[in-house]
């Protein structure tokens, strides 16, 4: 979509340029290489194999970390398993919360070490690692350290069994938060737990797995072996395994499914989305800009619930996109580190090579483009802010999804025509719906197919907030009272 | 069912349940049922997948409707559906002992079925606040989760029982807003095709309810792999277990696997609704 | 004044306004770090915004001297602008006129039965017309919160229009009290009205009630600025005034403006601070930012 020659255009190019204000990494100290973290221990992997861990803004090596093979797994998960019997499983749950309060504890202390840390191996500003991913870490082992002796009143008529050994597989958007929506139930409900972080953003997990030591948990109860695909099927794989958690793509999530097809593993699994943002004309419109804004742009699009399919009023339309064009002016985008950026760094290779092959294809199936005026740096990897008008729910880049900065809108009428367009799609997992009528919040809200609705607001997260996909976008629920039955037997 | 009586009975055919109808299966196909002994009882229909199909089509068209139905109402056509069933005791008897029931076990079956449907209507209005929550998120916002129906679910009935594994299953799906597509006994398909006559006289909307009966091994497949259905609620074990949970991936299908004795009063429980709902959270700021 | 009594306004409706979203964008916009140069920069850019003000019912001629040497030169060992207006009531308005003589600082009266506006319409034109007579380049009116929050949109506005008219040459800056509108949907309305009705300014405050200026009622005002520009292409003017003391929190309003409006608002022309302490504020940021030294409001003149 160009700009009309015609309109009366603010100028952003502005006298005020907010100097450099970079967050410091010296509270970082990096070792030079990760090994496994195994009942209590560091434990070197069994093949030697160790890879690099980039910095997606400088493409820098931070450290090396090991790769677990099989027989790694295996250690893992028997460390795990011993730990639940001999331990863990033992341990009146008031003493659980104990460990678990001090967990959150200690991650407070060190907030600003791990949100430096997660900003580096993972490429998100500073601001939203600092004032979201963390705090909400913390808040999450808080949150389920107080259930752990409470679950007596969380299932009525029935009582609450550990399941045993969960195997925790996470993914690279949110790295240290996944950790916490997944370690911190497991151990309220008696579970030990083996978790697997993200070959591209392992560290903070890996820092947490010192906070753990330093917490003074029983060895094995928390163990943090580090991987890729292959580490990750051995674990879904793995006999003494009695639950899979598993974030990430939908792709994936359907392979993990199949593979515990016959087995008795219970399983959850947080998978894509491809969720419709929807604008009412009686929507308060400059908050609702800024509700799009937060739904596509926050941590770089890498969000499953990402609102990714705008859909705006007729009636409203230019107004919103005018509004939405001068507000991406004013996004930063650069030194994931630097207190005053908006847009961080994409956060491997592969997906910017990913989200360039959708816009591609967008823009070869006839959309139209249009991005934010930036400049961005020259190593690390980068995408600008981008919109797609003249797209129809056939277009590739409003069906799949993108992971990245890339916003697709389409315009309707009536609310029965949105609905039916929002729900038109494999995935389940959010939405949003901007209008000042309350009626109609109830009632668009109620008919979209998705575990999370967003009214007048976008992009929330609690630990008090059970979050969680229809359809193909998962199964089961994090957070909240809704998500302890996961991690538990009832009987 | 023969009898020794003067006049010649006209026997029942046993027919599908499907968008509020009785067809016989498209394919022309149906199979012998047998008593214990081994005689042959009745026909039943032998769905095909194509009966599948269209049972799922119909239960889909059904399911925003009846999801959107007050609770209250649901409540009351469940509660209708027992007194249905109620009403028509003498004929589930006698399917039941023709399928190998002695007297008192088909009394027993058949009360229990009655009161299980009993059970389920008085959750209709009521699961919902046991398993909502108010959410007190550290931020301006209201919070709240709501169950809500998955959609179509898909029903493989156990193989032991004629009657109460079928209402034990069927209950607790639709009580929630689902629409459901159930499989009967294989080995005792004739209760289960008479209480689709019971749904249809008891205000349960078209599609609502579809009722197959057939084999389960040529439909295991379809049910499992089908992308319009939202879950499974079956049993199962062995490699069948492994078929239907596999074949269920391909549309992320929510598997839920119950091995139960549903004559047992502790089996029936608001858990088996919350088996086939999802929950839904919604945010809104708080601000003037 | 006939002509503007047959004004449309008795249905105002207008976009209407989340007070949560409001505050999350606030917030956001409040963790700009600004650091060395874009701060001296900015902070110079506020002291140059500043309509130093003082509306005491003891103001006096001493008071006015040495208010208008502060703005005028408001620090000696400074390479700095000096202030954009002195803000007086109409009494004192010939007297802080003469003193400026030869600057380029405007002299702003308040007018329209300052602060409450409890008066009626003659009166108000009245002080309006002495108050310009006299020699006040601006006029900052209060508009009649009583007959807004009433629901009479036709009499605000036809009492801001007959003012406009009142001033003639002089700008005409328009004091909602938003303290005073108690929700940000209301805020939002007054800004239209007062925008609609010829305001070339919009103000927050009289500095009179509490809460004055905050930064959630300034983001509205300046989204409503916003719109009117889209919609027309003309530009009106913001002002927040009262409780604004720190420099810190000035710059956090310059940030604003910065990325709601863009550049051409960063201008005296455009952007006001109504404020009596700030200045001093900024100016301990400008020695601290040239010395490296944390400084002592001592070594500060206080007006």
Redesign the interface.
């Known amino acids: 979509m160009k700009k009309d020659k015609k309109e009366h255009a603010l100028n952003f190019e502005t006298p005020f340029q907010y100097a450099p204000a970079p967050e410091s990494t010296a509270p970082v100290k990096l070792k030079e290489r990760y090994a496994l973290f195994i009942d209590g221990k560091f434990q070197a992997p069994s093949k030697g194999i160790y890879l690099p861990s980039i910095n997606p803004a400088t493409e820098e090596t931070l450290a090396l970390v090991a790769v677990a093979d099989e027989s790694d797994v295996n250690k893992a998960v028997k460390a795990a398993a011993n730990a639940y019997k001999g331990v863990w499983g033992k341990l009146p749950g008031k003493e659980r919360a104990k460990y678990i309060y001090r967990i959150a504890r200690i991650l407070q202390e060190r907030a600003r070490e791990f949100a430096i840390l997660e900003t580096m191996n993972g490429g998100k500003p500073i601001r939203e690692s600092r004032d979201i991913d963390i705090p909400l870490a913390a808040a999450h082992f808080f949150y389920y350290a107080g259930w752990a002796d409470k679950l007596d009143y969380a299932f009525p008529g029935r009582k609450a069994q550990a399941l045993g050994v969960a195997g925790q597989i996470i993914p690279w958007n949110f790295p240290l938060l996944m950790a916490a929506w997944k370690i911190a139930p497991a151990l309220a409900t008696g579970n030990t737990v083996v978790l697997k972080p993200a070959e591209t953003t392992p560290l903070t997990a890996l820092l947490l797995a010192e906070l753990i030591q330093e917490a003074d948990l029983p060895p094995g109860v928390v163990n943090i072996i580090t991987g890729a695909g292959e580490t990750g099927a051995a674990i879904v794989r793995h006999p003494l395994v009695n639950k899979i958690a598993f974030t990430g793509s939908t792709e994936v999530g359907k392979l993990i499914q199949r593979s515990l097809a016959g087995t008795d593993k219970r399983y959850t699994l947080e998978l894509g989305g491809k969720a419709a943002n929807i604008i009412f004309e009686d929507a308060a419109l400059d908050q609702a800009v800024e509700g799009i804004i937060n739904a596509i742009f926050f941590n770089q699009g890498h969000v499953c619930c990402a609102g990714s399919r705008l859909f705006v009023q007729e009636s409203v339309a230019d107004q919103v996109m005018r509004k939405l064009r001068d507000r991406m002016s004013t996004l930063r985008i650069g030194d994931p580190l630097d207190k005053n950026t908006d847009i961080g760094a994409i956060n491997s290779k592969e997906q910017l090579q990913k989200i360039q092959g959708l816009v591609k294809k967008g823009i070869a199936e006839g959309g139209d483009m249009y991005q934010a005026d930036c400049s961005i740096p020259k190593k690390g990897f980068w995408f600008k802010p981008t919109l797609f008008t003249g797209v129809s729910a056939s277009s590739t880049i409003v069906k799949e999804e993108i992971f990245g900065p890339v916003l697709s809108i389409q315009t309707f009428r009536t609310a029965d025509e949105v609905i039916e367009k929002a729900n038109n799609t494999p995935y389940g997992l959010s939405g949003g719906v901007w209008t000042d009528k309350g009626s109609k919040i109830f009632k668009v809200s109620k008919q979209l197919k998705a575990g999370v609705v967003w009214a007048n607001t976008y992009n929330k997260f609690d630990p008090t907030s059970p979050f969680g996909g229809y359809k193909e976008s998962g199964l089961g629920r994090e957070g909240g009272l809704h998500g302890l039955a996961p991690y538990v037997h009832l009987v | 069912m023969a009898t020794k009586a003067n006049r010649l009975e006209i026997l029942k055919t046993y027919k599908l349940y499907i968008d509020g109808k009785f067809p016989r299966s498209e394919s022309g196909r149906h199979y012998l049922v047998k008593s214990k002994n081994g005689n042959g009882i009745a026909n039943a229909c032998l769905a095909s997948r194509k009966d599948l199909r269209d049972a799922i089509v119909a239960a889909r068209k059904a399911q925003d409707a009846w999801a959107a139905r007050s609770a209250y109402n649901r409540g009351q056509i469940l509660y209708r559906i027992a007194e249905m069933l109620e009403g028509r005791k003498a004929q589930f008897m006698e399917e039941m002992i023709a399928q190998g029931y002695t007297v008192g076990q088909a009394t027993n079956e058949l009360q229990s079925s009655i009161d299980r449907l009993v059970h389920y209507a008085g959750w209709s209005d009521k699961y919902q606040a046991i398993f909502s929550a108010v959410n007190p998120v550290d931020s301006s916002h209201f919070n709240f989760s709501v169950p809500e129906a998955m959609g179509v679910v898909g029903i493989l009935c156990e193989e032991k029982s004629a009657l109460i594994g079928l209402v034990s299953l069927i209950a607790p799906a639709i009580v929630g807003g689902n629409t459901c597509v159930v499989l009967s006994s294989e080995s005792k398909p004739l209760c289960a095709s008479t209480f689709g006559e019971v749904l249809h006289a008891s205000d349960v909307p078209a599609g609502v309810v579809n009722i197959l009966t057939g084999s389960r091994a040529e439909l295991i497949k379809t049910y499992a792999s089908h992308m319009d259905v939202n879950a499974l609620v079956f049993d199962a074990s062995g490699e069948s277990l492994k078929t239907i949970q596999s074949e269920a991936a391909a549309n992320v299908k929510r598997c839920i696997h119950l091995m139960d004795d549903w004559s047992q009063a502790k089996s029936q429980s608001p858990y088996h609704i919350m088996n086939t709902q999802e929950i839904k959270t919604t945010w809104h700021p708080i601000g003037v | 004044m006939d002509k503007h009594t047959k004004t449309p306004y008795e249905d105002l409706t207008c976009?209407?306004?989340?007070?949560?979203?409001?505050?999350?964008?606030v917030s956001r916009l409040t963790?700009?770090?600004?650091?060395?140069?874009?701060?001296v920069?900015?902070l110079k850019?506020a002291l140059s915004m500043c309509d130093l003000t003082t509306l005491e019912g003891k103001d006096s001629p001493g008071k006015i001297r040495q208010l208008c040497n502060k703005a005028i030169r408001p620090h000696e060992d400074l390479d700095i602008p000096s202030v954009a207006a002195v803000c007086v009531y109409p009494s004192l308005v010939r007297l802080t006129k003469s003193h400026l003589k030869g600057t380029k600082i405007q002299v702003a009266s308040v007018a329209t039965a300052f602060p409450s506006g409890q008066s009626n319409r003659a009166i108000k034109l009245a002080e309006t017309h002495w108050a310009v007579e006299e020699g006040a380049d601006e006029i900052d009116m209060v508009i009649s919160r009583g007959h807004f929050l009433a629901g009479e949109y036709a009499y605000v506005h036809d009492e801001i229009a007959a003012v406009k008219e009142a001033c003639g040459k002089a700008h005409l800056k328009v004091i909602l009290e938003t303290g005073e509108l108690?929700?940000?949907?209301q805020v939002r309305k007054a800004s239209e009205l007062a925008i609609r009705a010829g305001a070339d300014f919009i103000k927050t405050s009289t500095g009179k009630v509490q809460p004055a200026a905050t930064l959630p009622v300034t983001l509205v005002m300046l989204?409503t600025i916003?719109d009117h520009?889209?919609a027309?292409?003309k530009r009106i003017g913001m002002k927040p005034a009262g409780g604004i003391s720190t420099a810190k929190n000035a710059l956090q309003y310059?940030?604003m403006v910065?990325?709601t409006?863009?550049?051409?608002w960063?201008s005296p022309s455009l952007f006001r601070f109504g404020a009596s302490s700030l200045a001093n504020d900024l100016l301990m940021q400008l020695i601290k930012e040239k010395t490296g030294r944390y400084q002592s409001i001592d070594y500060f003149s206080k007006d």
Not at chain 3, 31 to 39: A, L, M, P, T, V
Not at chain 3, 261 to 264: F, K, P, Q, T
């Open positions: 976009v209407t306004v989340d007070q949560v979203g409001v505050e999350e964008r963790k700009r770090s600004i650091k060395k140069e874009s701060k920069w900015a850019m108690s929700s940000l949907d989204e916003r520009f889209y027309t292409g310059l940030v910065n990325e409006l863009g550049s051409d960063l």
